[in-house]
């Protein structure tokens, strides 16, 4: 059974920082592409990140770019999301989401973790 | 880039049948995915590349798309298919693009 668990989501200051994690298990996790995408309250999905299985390439929303930086570790089956000089329109609910094919990304996310909610206020 | 615009609500009897619109400039030209989000909840994949379900979704879902809108599609709509339903492309330039969401109602 694939399983995502995120954790790290926190209430943090204005400019602080935060990291997240998310641990997998239950399928070939070097073999495939892995996202955050984000929902802030009563607003749509976005897609935040996403960084290839095998190669770790990495792509970042224009939201994020030079703020937040995505990595894997193959071995330990995780993806983590580090995320600096937050801003209060950052605050949303964080999911990792695993990319439905292996190789280079296809951009569709057919499991989902439960979330893990980051609030940026003073 | 590609900007996905649906409708903010939709209705539908229970048994019915509803359709959720995805409109966008190039959609015909690439493929579209919906997700259901249910309120604390994580999204579900119900439909990829514009028409295929992954295993476990009902038959009643279902998609199309042709000239510059998607259609998801559900079938005898039951009290447990309320949710926010999001359609979604890959994008060479944004890399990934959700629709604003729909939400559906059953009545």
């Known amino acids: 059974e694939v399983q995502l668990v995120e954790s790290g989501g926190d209430l943090v200051q204005p400019g602080g920082s935060v990291r997240l994690s998310c641990a997998t298990s239950?399928?070939?996790?070097?073999?495939?592409?892995m996202n955050w995408v984000r929902q802030a309250p009563g607003k749509r999905l976005e897609w935040v990140s996403e960084i290839g299985g095998r190669d770790g390439s990495t792509n970042y929303a224009d939201s994020v770019k030079g703020r937040y930086t995505i990595s894997r570790d193959n071995s330990k089956n995780t993806v983590s999301l580090e995320m600096n000089s937050l801003r209060a329109d950052d605050t949303a609910i964080y999911y990792c989401?695993?990319?439905?094919?292996?190789?280079?990304?296809?951009?569709?996310?057919?499991?989902w973790g439960q979330g893990t909610l980051v609030a940026v206020s003073s | 880039s590609s900007e996905l615009t649906q409708p903010v609500s939709v209705s539908v009897a229970l048994g019915q049948t509803a359709n959720i619109s995805c409109d966008g400039d190039?959609?015909?030209?690439?493929?579209v995915h919906w997700y259901q989000k249910k309120p604390g909840q994580a999204p579900v994949l119900v439909i990829f590349r514009d028409k295929y379900r992954p295993s476990g979704i009902p038959e009643r879902f279902s998609g199309s798309n042709s000239g510059k809108t998607a259609t998801l599609t559900i079938a005898r709509a039951q009290a447990g298919d309320e949710a926010d339903y999001y359609c979604q492309v890959g994008d060479i330039t944004t890399f990934c693009v959700f629709g604003g969401g729909t939400k559906v109602t059953v009545l």
């Open positions: 190039n959609i015909r030209s690439t493929n």
């Open positions: 989401a695993k990319d439905r094919y292996t190789g280079r990304p296809g951009r569709v996310f057919d499991y």
């Open positions: 239950g399928f070939p996790f070097s073999s495939y592409a």
